[in-house]
């Protein structure tokens, strides 16, 4: 592994962006300012954010600061977990073919549907009444 200083990674899931900078180090990771631990309770949260270092086997060699904005929890930890693969891929471009088959290196597209006018959300139809 050659000499990192610092390894940067934009993750995007719905209207979460988190930024996400990796550095040599213990493991910790802080998310706007705060431990893992406090700012996701759920432990399948956690998980996911360190989901991309288990799949490339690089637990505890990284410590990660990441700030994310906008959306819900679920979709913040799964916005710092495509942040986390892309700066590994920024340091090490043969961890590429392990990552997308993870699936981790594919920003998830899927947004709110809008809700359409005349309607009462964005499929569903108000009661129809024949008479």
């Known amino acids: 592994m050659p000499a990192i200083q610092k390894l940067y990674g934009t993750g995007k899931r719905k209207n979460a962006v988190a930024r996400v900078y990796l550095s040599a180090g213990g493991g910790t990771v802080t998310v706007n300012g705060r431990t893992i631990e406090d ?6 949260s956690r998980m996911i954010v360190n989901q991309a270092f288990e799949i490339s086997e690089r637990q505890g060699k990284f410590d990660v600061s990441a700030t994310v904005a906008g959306g819900g929890l679920a ?9 986390i693969s892309r700066a590994l891929l920024s340091g090490e471009s043969d961890l590429r073919p392990t990552l997308r088959k993870a699936g981790l290196l594919t920003r998830d597209s899927r947004k709110k549907e809008r809700k359409k006018p005349g309607q009462p959300g964005a499929r569903k139809k108000f009661q129809f009444s024949k008479r």
């Open 39 to 44: 700012y996701f309770p759920r432990e399948t």
């Open 75 to 83: 979709a913040q930890a799964e916005a710092v977990r495509h942040g």
